[in-house]
């Protein structure tokens, strides 16, 4: 088992920058894909952003690409996602979620690919 505490979400200006981390505990040597996901209000949940285990591989959706930055600490075992230039389209509850599962390419962008899931952290961009 896997545990995820997300957090460092907040309110924010239009063009502003936020940092979220998620810490992990428990059986983390099992996963081997972490990613950012988020859901907007009466929306589906969507992938964000992912990264392998060794940190050889990163992958973003093309509406953060060039904004945002996913990272991990394996000394503390936590994920970032820093995200800059934000806009009122990234407001959303964000979820950080580990999988069992390879990357594949960026192509492991299913939430029901994914085993481990936080709480989530919510994030307002207000323009």
């Known amino acids: 088992q896997v545990q995820l505490v997300e957090s460092g979400g907040g309110s924010v200006q239009a063009g502003g920058s936020l940092r979220l981390s998620c810490a992990a505990s428990?059986?983390?040597?099992?996963?081997?894909?972490r990613a950012w996901f988020r859901q907007a209000s009466e929306k589906e949940r969507e992938w964000v952003a992912s990264?392998?285990?060794?940190?050889?591989?990163?992958y973003y959706a093309d509406s953060v690409k060039d904004r945002f930055t996913i990272s991990q600490d394996h000394a503390d075992d936590t994920l970032y996602l820093q995200m800059n230039d934000l806009k009122s389209e990234d407001t959303a509850m964000y979820y950080c979620a580990h999988s069992t599962r390879f990357c594949n390419g960026g192509r492991l962008s299913s939430e029901y690919e994914y085993n481990y899931w936080g709480q989530g952290t919510q994030v307002t961009v207000s323009s």
């Open positions: 428990g059986d983390t040597y099992s996963t081997f894909c």
């Open positions: 990264i392998t285990i060794g940190g050889d591989g990163s």
